[in-house]
């Protein structure tokens, strides 16, 4: 199995626009994770789906943030507009159940909004 | 809410010294994490641990849990180069049965 794939690696993107981040689970996986990296704040669980339906998502920061699953096996992470302390490194795992037994994360996807 | 505090945050070692990082949580939690994350990379799995007085090697690494303490330990035995990297102990449960909440991380930097 290639793991969690995120797209893209990096993205930089100017203030005020939108921002698509994309996950791909692990095949079997059904629950996923976003979550955000920064020096400031370090890790932070943002959403997290358990067979496609969002159970919390009180990290979520704000309004310009939206995720959906619309699959069973692909997540998107969407800010719009964007901002320029939006700019993290966005991670998502994934994993058979919510009990997280074992917690899968991609590579990450480097956001820069300048 | 559940917090979770490791120290130390910043190690520096010797090659072939031993040391043990804690991860203390503040509320009632059934699994501990520990990851591994090298520069610009991902976060590594390492130990996942289930119950109290759980135990886990895996090579110079060994980890802890004791629940009744609300603490866990990371041990390095006679560290290596390669062991540099940064450490996080993750404690899940409190209001959200599914949300895994992370320490600040430890960087351990080891020396020749």
């Known amino acids: 199995d290639a793991g969690v794939i995120q797209s893209p690696r990096h993205e930089v993107t100017e203030m005020g626009q939108e921002v698509t981040l994309r996950c791909k689970l692990i095949?079997?996986?059904?629950?996923l994770f976003w979550y955000r990296q920064t020096m400031m704040r370090g890790l932070e669980l943002l959403i997290y789906?358990?067979?496609?339906?969002?159970?919390?998502d009180s990290g979520m920061p704000e309004d310009r943030f939206s995720a959906k699953m619309p699959n069973a096996s692909f997540s998107t992470l969407k800010i719009q507009p964007s901002e320029p302390r939006d700019s993290a490194v966005y991670f998502c795992?994934?994993?058979?159940?919510?009990?997280?037994?074992?917690?899968?994360f991609g590579q990450g996807t480097r956001l820069t909004v300048v | 809410e559940l917090k979770v505090e490791q120290n130390p945050l910043f190690l520096s070692m010797q090659e072939g010294k031993n040391y043990t990082i804690y991860c203390n949580y503040s509320?009632?939690?059934?699994?501990l994490y520990w990851y591994r994350q090298d520069p610009g990379k991902s976060l590594e799995s390492l130990f996942v641990l289930l119950s109290n007085g759980a135990v886990k090697q895996e090579g110079r690494l060994m980890a802890s849990l004791d629940t009744k303490a609300r603490l866990s330990t990371l041990h390095i035995t006679a560290a290596v180069h390669d062991l540099s990297a940064t450490y996080f102990c993750a404690a899940a449960g409190g209001t959200s049965y599914g949300k895994l909440t992370f320490g600040q991380g430890t960087i351990l930097t080891v020396h020749p």
């Open positions: 795992a994934s994993s058979f159940g919510v009990r997280q037994t074992e917690a899968f």
């Open positions: 789906f358990n067979n496609n339906v969002p159970i919390d």
């Open positions: 509320t009632t939690s059934d699994r």
């Open positions: 095949s079997g996986h059904n629950s």
